[in-house]
T-cell receptor
Framework: GEDVEQSLFLSVREGDSSVINCTYT??????LYWYKQEPGAGLQLLTY?????DMKQDQRLTVLLNKKDKHLSLRIADTQTGDSAIYFC????????????FGTGTRLQVTL | GAVVSQHPSRVICKSGTSVKIECRSL??????MFWYRQFPKQSLMLMATSNEGSKATYEQGVEKDKFLINHASLTLSTLTVTSAHPEDSSFYIC????????????FGPGTRLTVT
């Protein structure tokens, strides 16, 4: 079956960079996503990457994909207190581009 | 970006009653909508996939007679929890796909259901 794993918790100081990691098992994953969830709210799509890409940068966010190791990371530069939230990675497959399998979620805590 | 709304945001109901949750895509037509369930401090669990004008496809282990899904138009899907019990208490989130791309999934703000 499909498995998407993340570490549960990350604490960083304001202004530092955060790196949230994700591993997945299904090599047929085509699209990989990062979502942000604030307490009591839905999910906000942050960014996504196609499996034929290695890196994508969007303002403070950098996504790195190592397809060989099935490893995805999200780097947040200059982390702010407003970045405190749960971050989910998710993957979808060729032919079912919209059905998502979510990771376990990483709680990011930003301290002053 | 695309906006998805859910109504109500919170609902408390008595055991044995039914509750309807609405999911709307506000500024695009959603060819497909998804319903997820999230337990506290856990990830999202896909319950069903809903395509406009056709029957929903339920994930394994999800009771289709208990969780009725209707996708009557390209902007509205509803989830009805029938004969609710306390174990149905959860955070229900919908998402919608459509608009300019089929690989970007936009989520609603969620509905907190508490069954007493």
């Amino acid at each position: 079956g499909e498995d998407v794993e993340q570490s549960l918790f990350l604490s960083v100081r304001e202004g530092d960079s955060s790196v949230i990691n994700c591993t997945y098992t299904d090599s047929s994953s085509t699209y990989l996503y990062w979502y942000k969830q604030e307490p009591g709210a839905g999910l906000q799509l942050l960014t996504y990457i196609f499996s034929n890409m290695d890196m994508k940068q969007d303002q403070r966010l950098t996504v790195l994909l190592n397809k060989k190791d099935k490893h995805l990371s999200l780097r947040i530069a200059d982390t702010q207190t407003g970045d405190s939230a749960i971050y989910f990675c998710a993957e979808s497959k060729t032919g079912t581009a919209s059905k998502l399998t979510f990771g376990t979620g990483t709680r990011l805590q930003v301290t002053l | 970006g695309a906006v998805v709304s859910q109504h109500p945001s919170r609902v408390i109901c008595k055991s044995g009653t039914s509750v309807k949750i609405e999911c709307r895509s506000l500024d695009f037509q959603a060819t497909t909508m998804f319903w997820y369930r999230q337990f506290p401090k856990q990830s999202l669990m896909l319950m069903a996939t809903s395509n406009e004008g056709s029957k929903a496809t339920y994930e394994q282990g999800v009771e289709k007679d208990k969780f009725l899904i209707n996708h009557a138009s390209l902007t509205l899907s509803t989830l009805t929890v029938t004969s609710a019990h306390p174990e149905d208490s959860s955070f229900y989130i919908c998402s919608a796909v459509g608009g300019l791309s089929s690989y970007e999934q936009y989520f609603g703000p969620g509905t907190r259901l508490t069954v007493t």
